[in-house]
């Protein structure tokens, strides 16, 4: 080795033994989520391979499959977005959205109590789908860790509109907050409170740049801030 170079045999190892890790972790979270909907739906064709009666299979059976199924496909689908793969992000044209009357619609979806929102009527150019996956992501986020509901504001200019929610909680560890946006990582308190894959930021990350904007996650003394800036007229 060159008495320039700074690399040793323990840095090799060192990085073999971070990138085994990683690679434990991320078989291992995919795993688990996948397990479950898999061998539900193994069970399930048993039944029907062992004769079930037809309308057990037509109302208990079936349904089951299909939502078991569908299940598996979200995960896919959530996999091959947080990695990058543009074309499992849903095309649509993009039309005018009403971002605060989207945002307090999807946090209705949560099942938690209403918003206090937000400023003024706030319309941007985008296509619906990608935009409610980013907020069905961050709100989601906010709900399952947040330890009070989100305050959600806009601040929109000619060429940008962002959108700042910040989900009330205890202060993350600095490598935490910078790699909060990294495919299947998932802080302390996350792996210890829920399960998941630890794609949400991950997926928010993604779709963000596709729509042509940026992702900023950040936190104060009250707790997360992530910022999603988006061109107010869509990609050009």
């Not at 069970?43 to 299909?66: F, H, K, N, S, T």
């Not at 400023?119 to 789908?129: D, K, R, V």
């Not at 935490?176 to 996350?190: D, H, Q």
């Amino acid at each position: 080795m060159s008495e320039h170079s700074t690399t040793t045999s323990a840095d090799v190892v060192a990085l073999a033994e971070e990138l085994g890790a990683i690679r434990r972790r991320v078989l291992n979270v995919i795993g688990h989520e996948l397990r479950t909907p898999a061998t539900t739906i193994q069970g399930l064709a048993r039944q029907v391979c062992d004769g079930a009666e037809p309308d057990v299979i037509r109302d208990e059976v079936g349904p089951a499959l299909v939502r078991n199924a569908d299940r598996l496909m979200v995960l896919l689908d959530q996999m091959l977005i947080a990695a990058g793969i543009q074309t499992a992000i849903p095309v649509g044209a993009s039309e005018p959205v009403e971002l605060s009357a989207l945002v307090a619609e999807r946090w209705a979806a949560t099942g938690q109590p209403p918003l206090e929102l937000l400023p003024a009527a706030t319309t941007i150019q985008a296509p619906p789908g990608p935009l409610q996956i980013v907020l069905d992501a961050v709100l989601d986020n906010a709900a399952n860790y947040g330890t009070a509901p989100p305050e959600v504001r806009i601040h929109q200019l000619d060429d940008t509109t962002s959108l700042v929610v910040l989900s009330p909680g205890p202060a993350l560890h600095p490598e935490e907050l910078r790699l909060a946006a990294e495919p299947f990582f998932r802080g302390e308190r996350a792996v210890t409170s829920r399960p998941g894959l630890g794609l949400g930021l991950a997926i928010v990350r993604a779709v963000v740049e596709h729509l042509g904007g940026t992702l900023r996650i950040s936190q104060d003394d009250e707790g997360l801030v992530t910022t999603i800036t988006l061109p107010t007229q869509g990609i050009g």
